[in-house]
């Protein structure tokens, strides 16, 4: 195996949202407004915090950590792990969609994926953080 290389790193401070389902009224197509709302943000965050004037084409790995609201019940003050939903699967299927164009080519170059979802410590705010390596 070869060395990776670190790229990038990006914090996105807003709570972790997860893509909906695209939703049938009135014989009419669209999407929830707070999944649209969400990849928008999102994607106006990767645009300002992206340091590279081009997107990814070659092979790489994404690592993303969403990081939830802390309950004030929440009796431990270290980040936990969040294991109810939202699905880690949906929240990764927003953010790569956000990434499209911005950060890399087309979510297709993926080859590697690592997701980690926690609700926050005590003095952390919600936020989702991707960071991209070379393969």
């Not at 790995?61 to 109810?84: D, G, I, N, P």
């Not at 087309?106 to 410590?121: H, P, Q, R, S, V």
């Amino acid at each position: 195996m070869t060395k990776k290389n670190h790229l990038t790193t990006i914090k996105i401070y807003t709570d972790p949202v997860a893509l909906a389902r695209t939703k049938f009224a009135n014989g009419k197509v669209y999407n929830p407004r707070k999944t649209v709302l969400a990849k928008r943000v999102a994607s106006l965050y990767m645009q300002n915090e992206f340091d590279r004037k081009k997107p990814y084409f070659q092979p790489i790995k994404v690592c993303m950590t969403f990081v939830f609201k802390r309950l004030k019940t929440t009796k431990s003050k270290e980040r936990t792990w969040k294991s109810v939903k939202p699905d880690i699967d949906n929240l990764a299927k927003l953010y790569l969609d956000a990434g499209n164009g911005i950060l890399w080519k087309d979510d297709n170059i993926i080859c590697e994926l690592n997701l980690k979802k926690f609700i926050a410590g005590e003095n952390e705010k919600p936020h989702v953080e991707i960071t991209i390596e070379t393969l």
